[in-house]
Each structure stands twice: as structure tokens, then as C-alpha cells.
């Protein structure tokens, strides 16, 4: 399929009144995201702890970066990596963003909840900052997905609190929730995906490094 027809044929305000706002909040406060974190490259929270996680990929590998949002200064990572990426994302601004940012690379206008993740397999997939701002029923269907999108062995990165937790998001305000790494383990078990490591950056966000596989 020609993922960039597929793009062009969907306007950004049809994009936008079909998922009726699945971007959590995020389209709303576009202008102000773009403006502290959307625009450039930068040092910003995550930066340091991605670059590893793609330096144990081969190079040329698939990469599926869920809510990648305008590229900077996450996905960008992954390119430069010489890894061969693929964006989604629900909010209009930030897809149009990602465009720009990287032109050329793969991007749909689709929530994660209903995407149909490019109707193929991936050797990687990274959810940064993204599975907390999602329902709970939502976040145990996107633990499913990623099981039928990665092949076997393919790898997985994201990022919610260790503790369960429902605060709330410091740039729209709304809700968010986190299940918690002892129930986030036992969802990605029960469809076949183990946590290899655990850790956390500078901003608290805690990392679930995990590949789709039984550890030896």
C-alpha cells in the first residue's frame, strides 16, 4: 500500500473530527508542544535513553514509533540510527510537523487504538510516553497489538511509572493513568512478550525494555 497516498487522502480536519479528539488533548495544545519540544533536536528527557536501545538493533531493522508526534527529538533518533522507521500518530498538527521534520519517512494520521499499523510486521516497536495517556481497556489492547506487530524476537520499548498511578498530564491537563510494571509484565506475558530490563532517565519515566520471546 502506498502509505503516503493514504496519508494525503485524509484531510487534517477529517482526521481530527473521525477520532474525535483520540490525540488525549494533544491537538489542542499543539502549538505550545511544538513550541517547547517539536522542532529541533534537542537534549531533551528520553534523548540519552533511546540512542542505546537502537545501537542493539541492526542497523536497517523495522521500527514502528507509536504517538511519535512531530519526530524531535525521538524519532529522529531512530533515523539517524540507519534504522527504517514508521510513524503514527493521531494529531493533525503534529503528523503535518513530522512531515516536515522528516520528509519521506512513513507516517499515518491514525489513533493507536484503531491503526492499522501499515497492515505489516516489525522487527521493533517504541511507545514513548504514550500507553498511560490511553484507557485501561485501551492499554490492554494496544499490549496485544504489539504482539501481532512484532516478529518473533522483535523488540519493544516503552514507558509508564513503575507504580500504578492516575495523575495527571502537565501539558493538557487531562488524566492519565498507569497500570503499574508488576501488572505491565503480566499483560506482556500473557501474549508472549518478556521484559528483558527495566530502568529510568532523568525526567522518572520508567523504561520496560522487552522482546517478543520466553527468556532462556
Same mark, same amino acid.
Given at each position: 500500500?502506498?502509505?503516503?497516498?493514504?496519508?494525503?487522502?485524509?484531510?487534517?480536519?477529517?482526521?481530527?473530527?473521525?477520532?474525535?479528539?483520540?490525540?488525549?488533548?494533544?491537538?489542542?495544545?499543539?502549538?505550545?508542544?511544538?513550541?517547547?519540544?517539536?522542532?529541533?533536536?534537542?537534549?531533551?528527557?528520553?534523548?540519552?535513553?533511546?540512542?542505546?536501545?537502537?545501537?542493539?538493533?541492526?542497523?536497517?531493522?523495522?521500527?514502528?514509533?507509536?504517538?511519535?508526534?512531530? /519526530?524531535?527529538?525521538?524519532? #529522529?533518533?531512530?533515523?539517524?540510527?540507519? !534504522?527504517?522507521?514508521? +510513524?503514527?500518530? %493521531? *494529531?493533525?498538527?503534529?503528523?503535518?510537523?513530522?512531515?516536515?521534520?522528516?520528509?519521506?519517512?512513513?507516517?499515518?494520521?491514525?489513533?493507536?487504538?484503531?491503526?492499522?499499523?501499515?497492515?505489516?510486521?516489525?522487527?521493533?516497536?517504541?511507545?514513548?510516553?504514550?500507553?498511560?495517556?490511553?484507557?485501561?481497556?485501551?492499554?490492554?489492547?494496544?499490549?496485544?497489538?504489539?504482539?501481532?506487530?512484532?516478529?518473533?524476537?522483535?523488540?519493544?520499548?516503552?514507558?509508564?511509572?513503575?507504580?500504578?498511578?492516575?495523575?495527571?498530564?502537565?501539558?493538557?491537563?487531562?488524566? /492519565?493513568?498507569?497500570?503499574? #510494571?508488576?501488572?505491565?509484565?503480566?499483560? !506482556?506475558?500473557?501474549? +508472549?512478550?518478556? %521484559? *528483558?530490563?527495566?530502568?529510568?532517565?532523568?525526567?522518572?519515566?520508567?523504561?520496560?525494555?522487552?522482546?517478543?520471546?520466553?527468556?532462556?
Amino acid at each position: 500500500m502506498d502509505t503516503q497516498r493514504l496519508f494525503i487522502n485524509k484531510s487534517w480536519t477529517a482526521c481530527y473530527d473521525q477520532q474525535m479528539d483520540r490525540s488525549n488533548g494533544y491537538e489542542a495544545v499543539s502549538e505550545k508542544f511544538l513550541a517547547r519540544r517539536g522542532r529541533s533536536r534537542s537534549t531533551g528527557i528520553g534523548v540519552k535513553e533511546v540512542p542505546k536501545w537502537t545501537r542493539t538493533l541492526p542497523r536497517g531493522s523495522s521500527v514502528i514509533d507509536l504517538g511519535c508526534g512531530p /519526530s524531535f527529538p525521538i524519532t #529522529a533518533v531512530l533515523v539517524e540510527e540507519g !534504522l527504517h522507521v514508521f +510513524g503514527v500518530d %493521531v *494529531a493533525p498538527s503534529f503528523v503535518a510537523a513530522f512531515q516536515g521534520n522528516l520528509p519521506g519517512t512513513p507516517i499515518v494520521c491514525e489513533a493507536v487504538q484503531e491503526s492499522r499499523f501499515f497492515d505489516r510486521t516489525f522487527d521493533a516497536a517504541l511507545a514513548w510516553g504514550l500507553i498511560f495517556l490511553l484507557q485501561a481497556e485501551d492499554q490492554h489492547r494496544l499490549v496485544q497489538r504489539f504482539a501481532e506487530i512484532l516478529v518473533p524476537g522483535g523488540r519493544l520499548l516503552f514507558t509508564a511509572t513503575a507504580k500504578p498511578a492516575v495523575g495527571i498530564d502537565a501539558m493538557t491537563g487531562l488524566e /492519565s493513568l498507569s497500570l503499574g #510494571a508488576e501488572q505491565y509484565r503480566k499483560l !506482556l506475558g500473557a501474549v +508472549g512478550i518478556s %521484559v *528483558a530490563e527495566e530502568y529510568e532517565d532523568e525526567g522518572e519515566n520508567h523504561y520496560f525494555d522487552a522482546f517478543k520471546g520466553k527468556i532462556a
